[in-house]
């Protein structure tokens, strides 16, 4: 966003209930909550939705925030809670007579963004470990985010972020390597 | 210290881990879309916001509300009237943070928490204070704007209505495409959506000398529509082939006339025929002209005699 003195007018226009400031902070975040939807949303759950309800969840509470520096791990924990909620209602669908997947062989809006078979393969793997492990992985290894960033947005000490990562990553490794997933590291162009 | 190891390790998953879906096309779009429509919505702000703990807080507060319930916000009164300036714009003023200038013709119905106008003609000017919860929509033929910011201009012309933003945002919808935000010192024009609009667009650009393709444009959307009654869609016709001559593309002009004059029965045949015949002249001589020129021949007109003199040998 713009400068410090500029957070601190928009973060009280939000206060306000000023739409136009709070647009604003959707534009910066909405990629980024629209990411981690996708990537730890899990079968079942269309990002889009999850993060639209994200959005608007945090809309209708902003009067919580205390500092905009928070806004990331405070949209991030809001981001887990909503995501825990899809996840589940995905679950129950798939046990309901009518609310599972099209039987057709056209792909329902939660499958639209499977884009392959080896996306398809790592979600797969990522599935099999625990949500803690899994957001770890995506945070500090996809995103790269400083160990003391991830912290804050998950509420845990430095430390444990480290050692989180370093039991996610073997299991994760070891997991892809019998699902016969490759390896071999791809350099970026 | 990171070890080799786990720094192989670690580009081996993050490698994995970068083949993880993006979200859809177009997700990030419909996504902002629904929040922007949320927060329109006049329920939209949570009571959570007041939600203080404790029974001595809770009773200060209730104290306090009490003390300041005169700022509470009114009530939503029904607002039903006219708005016509006869000579000069109109102002109005007396709806709670809402202040327009109307040059022109419209209604406004809904309440004054959500304000629904409804425009006619000529342009009208909002301001909406900020952060008081107001839902304000101005619905035109072609389209609704829907105020997210603060002020804007909503002009109802025969080119279609052109909405220009001062400040803050406004939510755009054109008749039958997806809503579109614009922002301060942005514009956006929703085209007619009847034949008859659009022949009215086609021929104001016309007359105000736009470039050929944009008049082409507004006659190709308006020729597509269904249901144009006969004599608007001969009219983007002929104004489609008078743009096609302009744009230097005389021999699908002459395409498109003798197309037209294939189809009969317009009251605008007599004007095709005779651009039919000049353009064929041109392109052609005589020759080429030969049959324009043989239905002139058979019911001659005055003005007519300088082009049938200049072939006599036909018809």
């Given at each position: 966003?713009?400068?410090?003195?500029?957070?601190r007018?928009?973060?009280?226009?939000?206060?306000?209930?000023?739409?136009?400031?709070?647009?604003?902070?959707?534009?910066?975040?909405?990629p980024?909550?629209?990411?981690?939807?996708?990537?730890?949303?899990?079968?079942?759950v269309v990002?889009?939705?999850?993060a639209?309800?994200?959005?608007?969840?945090?809309?209708?509470?902003?009067?919580?925030?205390r500092?905009?520096?928070?806004?990331?791990?405070?949209?991030?924990?809001?981001?887990?809670?909503?995501?825990?909620?899809?996840?589940?209602?995905?679950?129950?669908?798939?046990?309901?007579?009518?609310?599972?997947?099209?039987?057709?062989?056209?792909?329902?809006?939660?499958?639209l963004?499977?884009?392959n078979?080896?996306?398809?393969?790592?979600?797969?793997?990522?599935?099999?470990?625990?949500?803690?492990?899994?957001?770890?992985?995506?945070?500090?290894?996809?995103?790269?985010?400083?160990?003391?960033?991830?912290?804050?947005?998950?509420?845990?000490?430095?430390g444990?972020?480290?050692?989180r990562?370093?039991?996610?990553r073997?299991?994760f490794?070891?997991?892809?390597?019998?699902a016969?997933?490759?390896?071999?590291?791809?350099?970026e162009? | 210290?990171?070890e080799?190891?786990?720094?192989r390790?670690?580009?081996?998953?993050?490698?994995?881990?970068r083949?993880?879906?993006?979200p859809?096309?177009?997700?990030?779009?419909?996504?902002?879309?629904?929040i922007?429509?949320?927060?329109?919505?006049?329920?939209?702000?949570?009571?959570?916001?007041?939600a203080?703990?404790?029974?001595?807080?809770?009773?200060?507060?209730?104290?306090?509300?009490?003390v300041?319930?005169?700022?509470?916000?009114?009530?939503a009164?029904?607002?039903?009237?006219?708005?016509?300036?006869?000579?000069s714009?109109?102002?109005?003023?007396?709806?709670?943070?809402?202040?327009?200038?109307?040059?022109?013709?419209?209604?406004?119905?809904?309440?004054?928490?959500?304000?629904?106008?409804?425009?006619?003609?000529?342009?009208?000017?909002?301001?909406?204070?900020?952060?008081q919860?107001?839902?304000?929509?101005?619905?035109t033929?072609?389209?609704?704007?829907?105020?997210?910011?603060?002020?804007f201009?909503?002009?109802?012309?025969?080119?279609g209505?052109?909405?220009?933003?001062?400040?803050g945002?406004?939510?755009?919808?054109c008749v039958?495409?997806?809503?579109?935000?614009?922002?301060?010192?942005?514009?956006?024009?929703?085209?007619p959506?009847?034949?008859?609009?659009?022949?009215?667009?086609?021929?104001?650009?016309?007359?105000?000398?736009?470039?050929?393709?944009?008049?082409?444009?507004?006659?190709?959307?308006?020729?597509?529509?269904?249901?144009?009654?006969?004599?608007?869609r001969?009219?983007?016709r002929?104004?489609r082939?008078?743009?096609?001559?302009?744009?230097?593309?005389?021999?699908?002009?002459?395409?498109?006339?003798?197309?037209?004059?294939?189809?009969?029965?317009?009251?605008?045949?007599?004007?095709?025929?005779?651009?039919?015949?000049?353009?064929?002249?041109?392109?052609?001589?005589?020759?080429?002209?030969?049959?324009?020129?043989?239905?002139?021949a058979?019911?001659?007109?005055?003005?007519?005699?300088?082009?049938?003199?200049?072939?006599?040998?036909?018809?």
């Amino acid at each position: 966003m713009n400068t410090a003195a500029d957070e601190r007018v928009n973060l009280e226009a939000m206060r306000r209930g000023e739409a136009a400031a709070w647009l604003e902070v959707v534009d910066h975040w909405l990629p980024v909550v629209l990411s981690w939807c996708a990537r730890l949303g899990g079968p079942g759950v269309v990002p889009e939705d999850a993060a639209q309800e994200v959005m608007i969840v945090a809309w209708k509470r902003v009067s919580a925030l205390r500092e905009l520096d928070g806004l990331g791990p405070w949209l991030y924990a809001i981001t887990r809670r909503t995501l825990a909620g899809h996840r589940r209602r995905a679950w129950v669908r798939r046990w309901l007579p009518f609310g599972g997947e099209p039987a057709s062989g056209s792909p329902g809006p939660a499958r639209l963004y499977e884009v392959n078979e080896t996306a398809q393969g790592v979600q797969r793997v990522l599935e099999r470990l625990p949500a803690v492990e899994r957001e770890v992985l995506v945070l500090s290894l996809l995103e790269e985010r400083a160990d003391s960033e991830v912290a804050a947005m998950l509420g845990i000490p430095k430390g444990t972020v480290k050692s989180r990562l370093r039991r996610a990553r073997a299991r994760f490794l070891e997991e892809a390597h019998a699902a016969g997933l490759p390896l071999d590291v791809v350099e970026e162009p | 210290m990171i070890e080799p190891d786990e720094r192989r390790d670690d580009e081996r998953a993050r490698s994995l881990l970068r083949n993880l879906p993006l979200p859809p096309v177009g997700a990030e779009a419909r996504a902002r879309a629904g929040i922007v429509a949320a927060m329109a919505a006049p329920t939209a702000r949570s009571p959570v916001r007041w939600a203080v703990p404790g029974v001595a807080v809770a009773a200060a507060a209730a104290i306090a509300a009490v003390v300041s319930w005169p700022a509470a916000p009114p009530p939503a009164v029904p607002l039903a009237r006219t708005l016509a300036a006869a000579s000069s714009p109109v102002v109005v003023d007396d709806i709670p943070h809402v202040h327009l200038l109307a040059d022109g013709e419209g209604s406004v119905a809904g309440d004054t928490r959500a304000p629904a106008i409804q425009w006619e003609s000529g342009t009208i000017d909002v301001e909406v204070d900020p952060g008081q919860g107001i839902n304000l929509s101005v619905t035109t033929r072609d389209g609704r704007v829907r105020v997210v910011g603060t002020g804007f201009s909503v002009a109802r012309t025969p080119l279609g209505t052109q909405v220009d933003v001062r400040h803050g945002k406004v939510e755009t919808t054109c008749v039958g495409e997806a809503p579109v935000f614009v922002e301060a010192g942005g514009a956006h024009t929703c085209l007619p959506t009847t034949p008859t609009g659009m022949l009215t667009r086609a021929s104001t650009l016309e007359r105000t000398g736009a470039a050929p393709d944009e008049i082409l444009a507004a006659c190709d959307r308006g020729l597509a529509m269904a249901d144009a009654k006969p004599y608007v869609r001969d009219g983007l016709r002929v104004l489609r082939i008078t743009s096609l001559v302009k744009a230097g593309r005389s021999e699908e002009a002459l395409a498109e006339a003798r197309a037209f004059l294939a189809s009969g029965g317009s009251t605008r045949q007599m004007e095709v025929l005779r651009l039919a015949a000049d353009l064929a002249m041109k392109q052609g001589g005589c020759a080429a002209a030969a049959p324009e020129l043989a239905r002139l021949a058979a019911q001659p007109a005055p003005e007519d005699a300088a082009r049938l003199a200049a072939c006599p040998a036909h018809p």
